[in-house]
């Protein structure tokens, strides 16, 4: 009966990020040791690393100013120096071991609530860099302003705000409106699914739950005032829960007001359907799945093809397709994601370059940096790939003329991005800017004599407005050709060299453009080609000219689309420039504010300092030995490289054996380097049942060693020892036993496996472990077991998929392991824990499939609805035996499985058993919570 000390051994060998994923999992790899340093300013302590100093100093400028701006707005004041971790890029953000869990590249930035620390990387943009700190800190006031007031009224159990409302509220208070968040709200309008209030969760966690919330907010600013908000927080003692504190602070229901706010949105966007369109009204869709975004077209072998990004199937992946018509079938040439080669393709940040001979150039993560790599569409191989070891990130790269260079975006260690130049042949990295602003999607002119590029480098940089530039080669001067508070965005240039197209949002939403050049007197003008009501990105011009593939946004999806570009409204002038416009608007005419530190302190060399992350007692009862209790401790310092685990309980079922009964735990963990490793000291005792001893009482005290180390995220090595004395006492059998063993563990774990709501659907999971147990007292081995789990997924369609589980065990020597099995984990059909022994094979086949996407049920208090419900088609075989196989064992049926609220779940099985000769007549019923294996 493994009841506390079940707690202790969990509590001490789950301590590290790849025993915490528990048997498979991907790993989080530290590849720098950083040298951490701190800023302390007024309100806050940064901490930064040494090759970022300027970036920690210009955080702590934007991080000052926002927060004087929200302590008026929630009328509260934090005592307290706010930490503030700031990486000077999203791949070294990845890294950080402040959450365990893998962060996916979306994720702009964080704040945890044990430290309440906020957590950022700087990604080039200054602007989104504050209004990532900005938004963060709102977190950071809402973590103490509502505990302050419950506090000061005398309440102290309370609920949260909704996540789509204090999301929404970080936005709206971080950033003004923007053209990004009014087509998101407006295509949702438009397009007739604007979800209801009761419907919200059904986003939960999307980049589109923020915008709502957002917009709601700014609903709540436009009706009520910026200040109801604020009052908002002071009353939350008064109601027990959002809703009603909500409705005692706008007189209104959350659901009036939802109504209400709707009823506006569809006053504001429907009488723009009079004059923009939809994109499919205006052009010819090619992809239909998944998320499909910036296309390259080339003619291959007197062919046009369209070479572009897709994570149809939940992987990015470049692929290409004929856009011939709708549906066209398409060929994947990069699948990304699945392999420490191509780590992460980068979906939406960069875009790829395609020479007129077919050769791919595009850029991965592997392992810590971003790597170019160049394919051959006709030999279906890469022929080239280069890691710029001082260039921590790669963008956008684009092909020469003459396909002998490629220039693209590159982001330094420091953070600051520029354009670089590298010459294949001669393997020659040059940089052409060197400055701290952000460049963006160059795209080189076709008579090779100079880049055209979107930067934040003008006189509306410093707002956050990103403008066209060219960089004349190879003088490398720097030519401003558009100007203005708006976005332009993505550059192509037509076959001959004598216009632009480009996506920009200066008419209120993202619309294509032509920027067309008049060499005789060195003017060019802008004409309009779209307007649409969503919005249109990533333009390129087909090789003949005649067309443009551009990625539009509608239904909440990016796909790709095609338009003539006789058929495109170009038929008035939107903007004129002339050369002259250098002259009036500086290309480097702005520089972000920063702030050194405190006078006192400044920055200083970091320590480590130590504070609780749990600090949790445990009781639990059983019915033959009573209530036994336990008290668990984490300690960390402020960057979660170094761990303190402890834990204190008692077993003793009498005052005789309260002493020795004591369960003692102390385990460190250290995660500063590429390998984890740990080691800890440990006392327990308790009283345990075997199906082959009976009743036991059995002590161990000792010490053991843990590490990890990760190959590549996909793959790792996990290593483990424990020595220790350790004295049993056998009930039934009347004997005991005193040995000083040794314990010794390594696996092999590999995973690559992509989820849907109910498991893993996609990849490959695999683990090889191999333990021994000696006594060194005689040196016998007391155990000897290998594990082989293997587990493949093999996708059928985007919500399907066959899985296959091939599971060995065996254990030898004086006192073996020994495993169970049965049950809806492992041999459906079956008792749970209907066969047990010291040897196992199983083998799982199971057919999952979408049954049902959404489900609502009524009640008189209000409709349930579940998301996600999944089929299975399933046939399991196996036993577990001691010491002679008799026959495998089997069962089949059909089960579904229902997604409760992303954190569980349940599962139901109709089986019926057989052992291969004849078939049970009973059939089995199964209720279970986990997920699918």
């Given at each position: 009966m493994k009841r506390l000390i079940l707690s202790i051994v969990l509590f001490l060998l789950l301590s590290t990020s790849s025993y915490g994923q528990y048997y498979f999992g991907k790993n989080k790899v530290q590849y720098t040791n950083f040298d951490w340093q701190v800023l302390t300013t007024q309100h806050f302590e940064i901490y930064f690393y040494t090759e970022e100093k300027e970036i920690a100093q210009i955080a702590a400028s934007c991080a000052e100013e926002s927060y004087w701006f929200l302590e008026n707005k929630f009328n509260h004041r934090i005592v307290k120096k706010i930490p503030l971790v700031v990486y000077s890029s999203p791949n070294y953000f990845a890294q950080t071991n402040i959450i365990p869990s893998l962060l996916p590249e979306s994720v702009a930035g964080f704040t945890e609530f044990l430290k309440g620390r906020m957590v950022i990387p700087f990604n080039g943009s200054y602007s989104n860099f504050a209004r990532v700190i900005q938004h963060e800190l709102v977190h950071a006031f809402i973590m103490h302003k509502i505990p302050y007031v419950m506090k000061?009224?005398?309440?102290?159990?309370?609920?949260?705000?909704?996540?789509?409302?204090?999301?929404?509220?970080?936005?709206?208070?971080?950033?003004?409106?923007?053209?990004?968040?009014?087509?998101?709200?407006?295509?949702?309008?438009?397009?007739?699914?604007?979800?209801?209030?009761?419907?919200?969760?059904?986003?939960?966690?999307?980049?589109?739950?923020?915008?709502?919330?957002?917009?709601?907010?700014?609903?709540?600013?436009?009706?009520?005032?910026?200040?109801?908000?604020?009052?908002?927080?002071?009353?939350?003692?008064?109601?027990?829960?959002?809703?009603?504190?909500?409705?005692?602070?706008?007189?209104?229901?959350?659901?009036?007001?939802?109504?209400?706010?709707?009823?506006?949105?569809?006053?504001?966007?429907?009488?723009?359907?009079?004059?923009?369109?939809?994109?499919?009204?205006?052009?010819?869709?090619?992809?239909?799945?998944?998320?499909?975004?910036?296309?390259?077209?080339?003619?291959?072998?007197?062919?046009?093809?369209?070479?572009?990004?897709?994570?149809?199937?939940?992987?990015?992946?470049?692929?290409?397709?004929?856009?011939?018509?709708?549906?066209?079938?398409?060929?994947?040439?990069?699948?990304?994601?699945?392999?420490?080669?191509?780590?992460?393709?980068?979906?939406?940040?960069?875009?790829?370059?395609?020479?007129?001979?077919?050769?791919?150039?595009?850029?991965?993560?592997?392992?810590?940096?971003?790597?170019?790599?160049?394919?051959?569409?006709?030999?279906?191989?890469?022929?080239?790939?280069?890691?710029?070891?001082?260039?921590?990130?790669?963008?956008?790269?684009?092909?020469?003329?003459?396909?002998?260079?490629?220039?693209?975006?590159?982001?330094?260690?420091?953070?600051?991005?520029?354009?670089?130049?590298?010459?294949?042949?001669?393997?020659?990295?040059?940089?052409?800017?060197?400055?701290?602003?952000?460049?963006?999607?160059?795209?080189?002119?076709?008579?090779?004599?100079?880049?055209?590029?979107?930067?934040?480098?003008?006189?509306?940089?410093?707002?956050?407005?990103?403008?066209?530039?060219?960089?004349?080669?190879?003088?490398?001067?720097?030519?401003?050709?558009?100007?203005?508070?708006?976005?332009?965005?993505?550059?192509?240039?037509?076959?001959?060299?004598?216009?632009?197209?480009?996506?920009?949002d200066r008419n209120g939403s993202y619309d294509l453009y032509l920027l067309s050049f008049d060499p005789e007197n060195g003017s060019w003008h802008t004409s309009q080609l779209t307007s649409l009501l969503t919005g249109a990105f990533d333009p390129s011009f087909s090789p003949d000219g005649k067309d443009i593939f551009f990625t539009a946004y509608e239904k909440y999806s990016f796909q790709i689309h095609k338009m003539s570009l006789d058929s495109a409204m170009v038929g008035f002038d939107d903007f004129s420039e002339s050369a002259n416009l250098s002259l009036h608007t500086s290309p480097s005419a702005w520089r972000p504010k920063k702030t050194e530190g405190d006078q006192e302190s400044g920055s200083v060399k970091y320590k480590n300092r130590f504070s609780f992350d749990i600090a949790q007692s445990a009781i639990s009862y059983d019915a033959v030995y009573g209530t036994v209790g336990g008290f668990q401790v984490a300690l960390t310092d402020m960057l979660g490289n170094h761990q303190y685990f402890f834990l204190l309980g008692n077993s003793a079922r009498s005052s005789d054996d309260f002493l020795s009964s004591f369960n003692l735990g102390v385990t460190y963990i250290n995660k500063t380097h590429r390998l984890n490793y740990g080691y800890g000291f440990y006392h327990l005792k308790d009283e345990y049942y075997d199906e082959y001893y009976g009743f036991y009482t059995e002590r161990q005290y000792g010490g053991m060693a843990l590490a990890s180390y990760p190959l590549s995220k996909f793959k790792r090595v996990d290593a483990s020892f424990f020595l220790r004395q350790s004295d049993r006492d056998v009930y039934i059998q009347n004997r005991g036993r005193k040995a000083f063993l040794s314990t010794n563990y390594i696996s092999w774990v590999l995973d690559t496996s992509i989820w849907d709501y109910v498991g893993p659907i996609d990849g490959t999971r695999f683990n090889f472990t191999l333990g021994l147990t000696l006594n060194l007292k005689n040196g016998k081995a007391y155990n000897k077991l290998a594990l082989f789990d293997f587990r493949k997924y093999l996708r059928l369609k985007k919500n399907s998929c066959y899985a296959v589980r091939v599971m060995g065990f065996t254990s030898v020597g004086k006192e073996p392991q020994r495993l169970y099995l049965g049950g809806s984990w492992s041999l459906r059909g079956y008792d749970r824990r209907a066969f047990y022994g010291r040897h196992l094979v199983l083998l799982n086949n199971e057919l999952r499939y979408p049954l049902i996407d959404n489900l609502s049920i009524g009640f008189p208090f209000g409709k349930i609805s579940f998301h996600a419900i999944r089929g299975a088609l399933f046939f399991d075989a196996g036993n577990a035996w001691e010491d002679e196989f008799d026959q495998l064992y089997g069962s089949f049926g059909i089960g579904a499985r229902i997604s409760l609220g992303y954190v569980m779940v349940l599962r139901f099985d109709i089986s019926r058993t057989t052992d291969f000769k004849k078939i049970s007549r009973k059939t089995d019923f199964d209720f279970f919570f986990g997920w699918n294996f």
């Open positions: 000061a009224h005398q309440r102290f159990n309370y609920t949260g705000l909704p996540l789509w409302f204090e999301e929404g509220m970080a936005e709206h208070w971080s950033r003004e409106w923007d053209s990004e968040a009014d087509m998101m709200i407006r295509d949702l309008v438009i397009s007739g699914r604007f979800p209801q209030l009761e419907d919200i969760y059904q986003l939960y966690g999307t980049f589109l739950m923020y915008k709502m919330g957002e917009a709601f907010c700014a609903h709540l600013k436009k009706e009520y005032g910026d200040d109801k908000i604020g009052l908002l927080f002071e009353n939350y003692w008064k109601a027990p829960n959002f809703s009603e504190v909500f409705q005692l602070t706008f007189n209104k229901t959350l659901k009036e007001v939802w109504s209400q706010w709707e009823y506006s949105l569809k006053k504001k966007y429907f009488p723009d359907i009079e004059s923009k369109d939809l994109p499919n009204r205006v052009s010819t869709q090619l992809t239909f799945d998944g998320i499909n975004i910036k296309p390259e077209p080339v003619f291959l072998s007197d062919q046009l093809w369209v070479v572009f990004k897709s994570n149809k199937l939940g992987y990015s992946s470049i692929c290409m397709m004929s856009p011939k018509g709708e549906k066209e079938k398409t060929v994947t040439l990069i699948k990304g994601e699945r392999s420490p080669q191509f780590e992460s393709l980068h979906l939406l940040k960069s875009k790829i370059g395609v020479s007129e001979d077919g050769m791919v150039a595009f850029v991965s993560k592997s392992h810590e940096n971003d790597v170019l790599y160049v394919y051959d569409v006709t030999q279906r191989k890469i022929t080239n790939e280069k890691r710029f070891g001082d260039l921590i990130e790669l963008s956008s790269p684009t092909w020469s003329p003459d396909a002998n260079q490629i220039a693209f975006v590159g982001v330094a260690k420091n953070g600051y991005s520029d354009l670089y130049l590298y010459e294949l042949q001669n393997r020659l990295l040059t940089r052409l800017t060197n400055d701290i602003y952000e460049e963006k999607a160059p795209q080189w002119s076709p008579n090779g004599k100079g880049i055209a590029f979107s930067s934040d480098r003008g006189s509306w940089g410093e707002e956050g407005f990103l403008n066209l530039f060219l960089l004349a080669l190879p003088e490398n001067k720097i030519t401003p050709l558009t100007s203005g508070p708006h976005h332009d965005l993505a550059p192509d240039w037509s076959f001959d060299g004598e216009s632009l197209v480009f996506s920009s």
